[in-house]
């Protein structure tokens, strides 16, 4: 069990829990809370333990919260409710836990999210900017209750050395900030799985780890493709094999769907994982054709079930589920090295050297500041000498020197911790820039500075912090410490 676990301080231990710490294989069936009419999932599939999973604001932003939709099912039913940092403040969610322990309910899958349908960039006014609660700031905050089983995701379908190093930097964190499960996004390449299996088990033995797994049509495929779902990959390969299938005989097209996702839940079952969570599958008729499937292989060997998955994918080279590839890694540019360097000797001379402390505790100490106009003219001061040099937006608490003087805000959702799940190749969600942590990954590779990136935990600024003085909450900060 991992060290940080909660599972035993529990004062009733749920079933979920309960099949994290025996290691007993779950379904957890996912749930859009846009459609408030989907029968409650059974107790069981093909004889695994099923529990509800409520999904928060994946069709609109507006999508009623999971927390509401919970209450409409039966107590006894276990539930896994979602929360979003999408457009949320620290405060929105230090209310969510308070009314999800009201309710009772303790297991929590805490997530940055994908793009806001309605993201504004603030560029006319930066104090509109739409902001993203991350799931590191967020865990860290519920794991100060102990009361809540708390789950991250991660995205091990990455391709490019940067992104896939920023990724599992970032994953140590949320472990490190006091997850106790982990669950996959949604993604068909094994070979991915099975490192992130690998990895846990190397750095956190007995770390509970879920696959997510869909039963994949054309037309999910398509549609996806078409909204360019964040973080998915999904190969010409895999839209040319449904789209055969499907022209040559939709009855078997259909069989074939089903069975390639009972083969996926399967082998994820075969290479450690505790459970799956299972996407767009919340129908009886779905269920029943996956149960289906799930006990014709059930008894079958690893070895047999990755052979017929091949075979389904019309797998020859075993490069067929993954992107092709433009470059793998990129050099860091010198003046990028030259610019952190000046900077991080500018943080130490004037922010972390005892005389600079004692200098700026005297000069932020005077009354002086404490008249409107002066702290107004110091605010204006430092965005006018470092937004030009990083991107500032006057967050009220500099955190350059955990990122290595790539300033988080620079990210459009805001994320200091690390990435989201939605790059492609090292390019950001929103499509417009590089992902600035895989420009992180690469520089703190580079300068042997990992360790910052894997074990700073950067706590989230709130909306009363943020349009100060971060020069003089600096030295108000390391006064009181």
Partial sequence: MAQNSPFLNFFIMSLFSQCLEQKQFCILVEYLCSNRDTPAVPPSLAGYPAMMTLADRVHSDEDPAPLELAQQYAPEIEKLLHFSGKGRDIQEFERFLDQAEQHGYHNLLLLSGDKLKNHNSGR??????????????????????HLFNIGVAFNPFKYTEAERDAQYLKLHKKIKAGADFLITQLGFDLDC????????????KQFPLIACVMPLTLKRAQFMLKHQVAGLVIPAHIVHVLKSEYETDPVQAEANVYARCALQILICKHLGFVGVHLSACHKLSEQQKLEQ???QYENWSLAACEK??????????????????????KPVPPAQILKYKQMHLMHQLFFASH????????????????????????????????HPLVGCESCGHCRLDDTLYICPETCPKGLANGPCGG???????????????????????????TEVLRSKLIPAISIETRYTSSWKNWFKHSESH
Wanted: net charge positive.
């Fill in 124 to 145: 006319e006014i930066p104090a509109q900017r739409s902001r993203y609660l991350e799931s590191v700031s967020a865990v860290m905050a519920a794991k100060q209750r």
């Fill in 308 to 329: 017929a998955w091949k075979q389904l994918w019309r797998m020859e080279t075993g490069l067929e589920l993954k992107p092709e590839l433009a470059t793998f890694s």
């Fill in 193 to 204: 799985l099975q490192h992130s299996q690998s990895f846990i088990s190397q750095h956190y």
């Fill in 293 to 295: 499937f799930l006990k």
């Fill in 355 to 386: 005389a600079a402390l004692g200098f700026g505790r005297f000069i932020f100490k005077a009354n002086f500041w404490n008249k409107a106009r002066p702290d107004q003219l110091l605010l204006k001061m430092e965005h006018w000498s470092k």
């Fill in 423 to 449: 790059t492609s190749l090292d390019r950001c969600e929103f499509g417009d820039r590089e992902c600035i942590h895989s420009v992180k990954a690469r520089l703190a590779k580079r300068l042997d500075q």
